[in-house]
């Protein structure tokens, strides 16, 4: 397909400064909004330039203007598609705004998403990062997904195995997927389990349930092994309690994008061999260690990034958040080369204090 034959849906020369969540500036040369699956497949073909599809931008680092084609998801809808004896099943569209799909399917009584409440971004943008937060990450809630694929304009359908979840990962950040454009999701199941119980065991949201005094005490914590909890007077968290403490702990420690822009964790947290992760732990006692099922252990980048001196340290017009060392921030007017800098000045002092190499986690365009 030329240029010129492009479906009229496709605008030029788009400013993208408010697009992302870090409010980096760039322009995207072509740039369509997608409202439906049909516009994809009139796309369909056009292979000659680079796409990316953007959703929330929230996970994005824009490192300058994008000469190619830019599909912004936005593609709405959410229903209760059915239910068994086990589950609610909840299709979304990949254009709805993740927290307000929360919020929705606790308002009907479906809940099991709790954990992941405030989340910044899209529902389409949710699987590709596997999202998680406190204890709980979506591929755990996620049934099937639907995409299109641009080569041929056909919809392919896919269930959990074949999305190849892992710690912040999945197929969709493979070659041919969602990054370069190729195969655009666009909507995703959720089965969200009728057996629900309140997950609250993640240190930071465990002690603000106890704030909140909706935590059921746990009965080995209990002295006298007769004692009962009194489940009427204390039946335990319900989801949306659950949620509000989620959202008291993010508003506190993580800082809103429309007041301070970032993309929330600028960086994995970092997996390393159990020796290694033995010999920090030395060296540095106060080091979080989190053992993995393959033997690995996974280290608290907040961690490393603040006891290398970055915890409210600033370069440029861009630093790390005082409150939370993980979130790079911009104080206002940053491009995506000091965002760059800073991102490379916070791995050498990381790797020179620790020998631990930290990858950066959102997506760079
Ligand atoms: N820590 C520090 N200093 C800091 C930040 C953290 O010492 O400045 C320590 C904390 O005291 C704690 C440990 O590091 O012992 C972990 O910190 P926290 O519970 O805040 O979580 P995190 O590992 O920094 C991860 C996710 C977040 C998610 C939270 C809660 C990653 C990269 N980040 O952060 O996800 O909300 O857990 O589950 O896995 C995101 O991916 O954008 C994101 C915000």
């Not at 709805?96 to 954990?115: D, F, R, Y």
């Not at 947290?269 to 920090?280: C, G, K």
């Amino acid at each position: 397909m030329s240029e010129r034959q492009l479906p009229d849906f496709v605008e030029r020369d788009v400013d993208l400064t408010t697009r992302t969540t870090l409010a980096l500036p760039g322009r995207a040369a072509l740039y369509a909004e997608i409202r439906d699956a049909g516009q994809l497949a009139m796309l369909a073909g056009e292979n000659a330039r680079r796409r990316f599809v953007l959703g929330a931008g929230s996970n994005l680092v824009l490192t300058g203007d994008f000469d190619g084609l830019l599909l912004r998801m936005a593609i709405r809808g959410r229903e209760l598609i059915g239910d068994d004896e086990s589950a609610w099943y909840v299709r979304a569209g990949a254009g709805e705004n993740w927290h307000q799909l929360v919020l929705w399917t606790l308002a009907q009584g479906w809940p099991g998403l709790e954990n992941l409440a405030l989340i910044p971004g899209t529902v389409g943008a949710a699987p590709i990062q596997n999202i998680g937060a406190y204890g709980l990450e979506v591929a755990e809630r996620f049934q099937s997904l639907e995409a299109v694929d641009l080569a041929t304009g056909q919809t392919l359908r896919l269930d959990h195995a074949a999305c190849r979840f892992a710690y912040r990962d999945s197929v969709f950040k493979q070659e041919g997927w969602h990054l370069n454009g190729q195969r655009v999701i666009t909507r995703v199941t959720f089965r969200l389990p009728k057996a629900w119980q309140p997950l609250t065991g993640y240190g930071e949201l465990a002690a603000e349930a106890d704030r909140q005094q909706i935590r059921q005490p746990h009965p080995q914590a209990v002295p006298n092994a007769h004692f009962r909890p009194n489940l009427r007077s204390n039946p335990g968290p319900t989801p949306r309690q659950v949620a509000d403490a989620v959202i008291a702990v993010r508003r506190r420690k993580l800082p809103d994008p429309a007041a301070l822009p970032n993309a929330g964790s600028f960086f994995h947290n970092p997996q390393v061999s159990a020796a290694l992760a033995e010999r920090l732990a030395s060296a540095h006692p106060g080091l979080p260690r989190y053992p993995q099922a393959d033997g690995r252990v996974k280290l608290a980048a907040g961690w490393l990034v603040e006891h290398s001196g970055w915890k409210g340290r600033d370069l440029g017009r861009v630093g790390m958040y005082e409150k939370q060392a993980l979130v790079l921030v911009n104080r206002g007017g940053a491009s995506g080369a000091e965002v760059g800098a800073l991102a490379r000045a916070v791995q050498t002092d990381v790797r020179e204090r620790f020998g631990v190499e930290l990858t950066p986690e959102p997506v760079f365009l």
